[in-house]
C-alpha cells in the first residue's frame, strides 16, 4: 500500500516496529491497570478490576494497531528517508 498523495510506499519495511510499539503499550497499558487496581482496591478486588484487563489486553492492540503504523512510519521516514520516487 502506498499513500495516494506522495506515493510513499508504507510496506517497504514491513510492520515489525508497528508490532512491538503495539505489544509494549498493551502489555503496560493492561500491567498498569491491573497492578493500580490491584493496589487501590486491596483487600477487596473486585472482578471488574480483572474483566477491565481482559477488555484492555483485547482492545488496546485492535484500536492501536493504526496509530502504531502511524508512528512507526513517521519515525521511519525519518530515520531511513526514501531516497528516489516518492515525491511526486
Ligand atoms: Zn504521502
Do not use: E, Y
Not at 40 to 52: A, L, N, R, S
Not at 64 to 76: D, F, N, R, V
Request: proline share 8%; net charge neutral.
Amino acid at each position: 500500500m502506498s499513500c495516494p498523495g506522495c506515493g510513499l510506499d508504507f510496506d517497504r519495511h514491513g510492520w515489525v516496529a508497528a508490532v512491538w510499539i503495539n505489544t509494549w503499550v498493551t502489555i503496560l497499558t493492561v500491567m498498569g491497570w491491573a497492578v493500580a487496581g490491584f493496589v487501590v482496591t486491596f483487600p477487596d478486588v473486585p472482578w471488574t478490576v480483572g474483566m477491565v484487563a481482559v477488555v484492555l489486553a483485547v482492545g488496546v492492540p485492535v484500536l492501536g494497531l493504526p496509530a502504531a503504523k502511524l508512528l512507526q512510519t513517521g519515525i521511519l521516514l525519518r530515520w531511513d528517508p526514501p531516497r528516489d520516487g516518492w515525491q511526486r
